[in-house]
């Protein structure tokens, strides 16, 4: 490929020169370059070796351009033979060296997105293996006679396909949140209202877990253009982790104020908090503590939601002290 691209900027210059040799002889020539049967001056051949001296240096300001391109374009056909850790050298002049480093991102995020569709695969096929290991040797003892079928063996059947159901209908959400694809029923709201709903949805757990839940609603509220169902489907994610990593006697805090972009919400826990580590991958995708029982696609989807509406999310967290989910959605 790069050969080629060289070939025809070669041709394409030599013609070019050619071109402009025979015009000038021909102006030499029959312009004034003979005079009454004697030459006209020096130009008939100061102006070939000109044409030369010229040929050479534009020969060499192409060259210079065209390597790197030529290196770009070997790169790109790297990548589209499936290759993505193909890399072009960032050289040349200042446009070139911008578009190395252009698709330099490029491939970087196509190499990104390989690995995370076959670390999402792996995650899949590791996640519904084992409800299915429980399902298929369930069902071979009854067909054995191992077990009589009853209540109990039919009630941890319908488990299992529960938690299969639930994971493929996150990925489905999460999928279609992420390709842009969710449809959204927006309507006005308050965030206070917001707020006061997902309090009321886990003041029962919390009761049982010990754990003291508490909003905190700024008076100067700004309406939400947003959908009720997914946003609230974000605040019952966060205020459910919360509860489920903060022991007995803490506390955790949902809460709504003003910012500068909108509204901002936040779920603080009094927890065990996230290690460094691991704070920057918990909006990932099967991301979870050793201890967690869930499917690790809860924040991504949080995260998905969020950014469906407009917004941001982000977390903190110091260990041994807690965690605050924050997510900010702009203001109708």
């Known amino acids: 490929m790069r050969g080629r691209f060289f070939r025809r900027i070669a041709i394409g210059i030599a013609l070019f020169f050619a071109f402009v040799f025979v ?23 100061v102006f070939p070796i000109l044409l030369i001296i010229g040929f050479v240096a534009f020969g060499r300001v192409v060259r210079r351009t065209a390597r790197p391109i030529g290196e770009v374009m070997d790169a790109a056909a790297r990548v589209a033979e499936g290759d993505y850790t193909a890399r072009a050298k960032v050289q040349g002049p200042g ?33 519904l293996r084992t409800p299915l290991s ?15 079928p009853g209540g109990g063996d039919l009630a941890l059947i319908g488990a299992e396909t529960t938690v299969m159901a639930r994971l493929l209908d996150d990925l489905q959400l999460l999928s279609n949140a992420e390709a842009g694809a969710l449809r959204l029923h927006r309507e006005r709201l308050e965030p ?14 919390a009761a049982e877990r ?16 947003v959908d009720r169902v997914r946003i609230g489907e974000v605040l019952a994610n966060l205020v459910s982790n919360a509860l ?14 003003r910012d500068e972009a909108g509204m901002a919400f936040r779920v603080t826990d009094t927890g065990e908090g ?34 469906a509406h407009g917004g941001t999310i982000s977390a903190e967290s110091e260990p041994g002290r807690g965690t605050t989910i924050r997510f900010v959605l702009p203001a109708a």
């Open 23 to 45: 015009a000038g002889w021909l102006g030499a020539t029959f312009g004034g370059g003979f005079h009454e049967g004697r030459r006209a001056g020096p130009w008939f051949l």
């Open 95 to 127: 446009d070139v060296r911008d578009l190395a480093r252009a698709f330099n991102r490029m491939a970087e995020r196509l190499q990104t997105n390989e690995e995370q569709r076959r670390n999402l695969l792996a995650d899949v096929a590791h996640e």
């Open 134 to 148: 429980v399902i298929r040797g369930r069902v071979e003892g009854m067909a054995d006679g191992l077990y009589e």
């Open 192 to 205: 206070g209202e917001l707020v006061e709903t997902a309090e009321a949805a886990h003041r029962a757990e």
């Open 210 to 225: 010990g754990v003291a839940l508490r909003t905190e609603v700024a008076p100067d509220m700004r309406t939400l253009d």
């Open 244 to 257: 489920r990593h903060t022991p007995a006697g803490g506390t955790v805090t949902v809460g709504a104020a």
């Open 274 to 307: 996230i290690p460094a580590d691991e704070l920057a991958h918990v909006f990932d995708r099967f991301t979870r503590s050793p201890e967690s029982r869930g499917s690790g696609l809860g924040l991504a989807i949080a995260k998905s939601l969020v950014q």
